[in-house]
């Protein structure tokens, strides 16, 4: 019997692990988002535990006598993302699908790897992009569509199918914001809270959509001249520097006699 670890199971691919494994252990954030785990799902109470402290590594070993669990699917960073590492079972894997802790270039602990564990960090936009053949199967296509046999992801497929004989259904509850007050749809999703998926819907008219005036971009004139009086320093550098790439060609530094042989750094 295989036993998954989800964190926060809102998104597509946690919510079709869910519905193909037998021991399913999650994680959540709240009491909310546990009962609706119960009720949506059939998740034993017993097998949720929290998502925002280190307590759930202690409560899954605790569960499964020390052993741990076959998978783990990781969307946790920082301390809950090695906590996740040590929940993962001999000849077990973890799943990465979280970004933060792969583009900070975090670290993880190489001593669990000596029991034969795994840790896959996954994307499947750029699988689907890469490598193709590793998520296709060839299949025949109505030449009125495309001209040849091509290839189609088998997993979308696989899910497609899912979907139509109702055992996974759209992602659940949905938060729906007017386009007006997408300022309010990100400072909920800031705050981690939420269940589900975030919708901002588009009017089909926006004049009553306020938005952003556009910054312009500073520039200077390339043919006029500019005098930076001093400025020698760190500071007066980094101004001299800045006023060039604005586009400033021609400047002229006024400093005292004593200082005059010191480089230009409108010239470095």
């Not at 980094?238 to 400093?255: I, L």
Request: net charge neutral; with cysteine.
């Amino acid at each position: 019997m295989e036993a998954e670890v989800c964190h926060e199971p809102w998104e597509s691919t946690e919510v079709l692990a869910l519905t193909s494994l037998s021991q399913i252990f999650c994680t959540v954030g709240s009491e909310e988002k546990a009962e609706h785990l119960v009720r949506t799902f059939g998740i034993p109470r017993d097998r949720i535990f929290n998502s925002r402290d280190v307590t759930f590594r202690r409560d899954i070993m605790s569960y499964t006598g020390g052993r741990g669990v076959d998978v783990v699917l990781n969307s946790l960073s920082g301390e809950l993302l090695h906590a996740s590492w040590e929940c993962v079972a001999e000849f077990g894997c973890m799943v990465e699908i979280g970004k933060r802790d792969l583009r900070g270039k975090g670290r993880l602990a190489l001593d669990l790897f000596e029991l034969n564990r795994r840790y896959i960090g996954a994307d499947l936009a750029t699988i689907g992009a890469s490598r193709p053949d590793i998520m296709s199967m060839y299949v025949s296509i109505p030449r009125q569509c495309l001209p040849d046999v091509a290839d189609i992801p088998r997993l979308l497929k696989e899910t497609a199918s899912l979907y139509e004989r109702g055992i996974i259904k759209p992602i659940s509850p949905l938060t729906v914001f007017d386009a007006s007050k997408i300022e309010d749809a990100m400072r909920l999703m800031q705050k981690g809270s939420h269940m589900g998926k975030i919708v901002v819907t588009m009017p089909s008219n926006f004049e009553g959509v306020a938005t952003p005036s556009v910054k312009p971009k500073f520039s200077l004139t390339p043919d006029a001249s500019y005098i930076l009086v001093g400025g020698l320093g760190g500071l007066g550098r980094a101004v001299a520097v800045w006023m060039a790439e604005a586009g400033a060609t021609q400047s002229k530094r006024q400093t005292p006699r004593h200082l005059q042989d010191h480089a230009d750094p409108m010239k470095q």
